[in-house]
């Protein structure tokens, strides 16, 4: 493939953010009076959207308390993250080589901006899509519509998705852009496989290793954004 644009999930791909997450879910657990989770069922919800993950554990009537209470912690526990070692020059050696980089994370993008702040790699980003404050994007999928929508991106077949949760591979696809697992993140065992990514990487320097193998494109052609 002719190699334009790469989109990266956040949580579990570009950064390791559980501690601030898991923190702030446990408070807000507290806070409403839902016993704590065991460690399985808690690393199950990161990533994918609270409104989806949370309601099969508490029921659908606690839900707007929790994330309420989880809000209110995570302004602060959200800086409780870190990039995932050699991401960082994933993402310069891509930008240097040419390649349109893009975040489509189902965070909100109230959150998400901040946070590539935070983390020094903001300015490598054209785009930095998520979900709103109010679930409008609550899909990986209307997150993706939304990025390639602000990138124009004109042919899905030049780009790929980088997530590490099954809601990547699939909101991706619906575009027609095929995903690539980062197996160091926070997926369940065989989730990356049975989902359907195209190659899983054990970690961020395999993934750039094989990004850099990929053909550019030619003078004159663009990957929008």
């Known amino acids: 493939m002719t190699l334009q644009t790469v989109l990266f999930d956040l949580d579990g791909t570009v950064s390791d953010s559980a501690p601030g997450i898991l923190s702030s879910l446990s408070w807000a657990f507290a806070e409403n009076g839902i016993a704590p989770l065991d460690e399985r069922t808690g690393r199950a919800l990161l990533g994918p959207p609270f409104y989806e993950s949370l309601p099969p554990l508490i029921g659908g009537d606690l839900v707007p308390a929790v994330i309420a209470s989880y809000r209110e912690h995570y302004a602060t526990a959200m800086f409780d993250t870190e990039l995932y070692a050699g991401m960082g020059e994933v993402l310069r050696q891509l930008v240097d080589r040419g390649v349109t980089l893009a975040l489509a994370t189902s965070k909100p993008e109230h959150y998400a901006g901040p946070i590539l702040e935070h983390l020094g790699v903001a300015d490598l980003f054209a785009v930095i899509g998520g979900d709103t404050l109010d679930g409008a994007r ?67 320097a395999d993934l750039g290793a094989y990004l850099a193998s990929l053909e550019l494109p030619g003078p004159g052609e663009s990957g929008g954004g």
């Open 138 to 204: 609550n899909t990986k999928a209307l997150v993706v519509a939304e990025v390639v929508s602000r990138l124009q991106l004109e042919d899905p077949a030049s780009a790929l998705m980088v997530g590490d949760r099954l809601h990547d591979v699939h909101g991706s696809a619906v575009h027609g852009i095929a995903c690539l697992g980062a197996g160091w993140g926070y997926g369940l065992e065989g989730e990356l496989e049975l989902a359907g990514a195209r190659q899983i990487f054990a970690t961020p």
